[in-house]
């Protein structure tokens, strides 16, 4: 059975993929595998209150996030904004997690 527009009717027909794709798709979503593992490093730092103790290399951390911002969602680019409003005020509340 092959699959159809739902809308038009046409019949939708899968392209085999490319070079091109698979580089394209690799810079997507090789983006988000490295914004993932950057955005759970500074969780891990601030949920450590590492910020506390070092607050400038916390900071610098964050940059290296927010380059993407374009790319990360919006729940990344709040915690980074709260992160970085933490230890420019040097905020003495707590990170850590009540589990």
Sequence with gaps: MTAKNEITGD????????????????????LRAKINQRMDKLQEMMESDYHFEKPEEVYEYTLTISKFWSALSEED?????????????????????DD
Excluded: M
């Excluded at 019949?11 to 090789?30: A, C, H, M, P, V």
């Excluded at 915690?79 to 509340?93: F, G, L, N, P, R």
């Design 77 to 97: 680019r709040e915690y980074i904004q709260c992160a970085q409003d933490a230890i420019e005020t040097k905020s003495d509340i707590s990170w850590k997690r």
């Design 11 to 30: 019949t939708l027909i899968t392209k085999s993929s490319n070079k091109k794709y698979d580089d394209g798709w690799e810079r997507i979503f090789g």
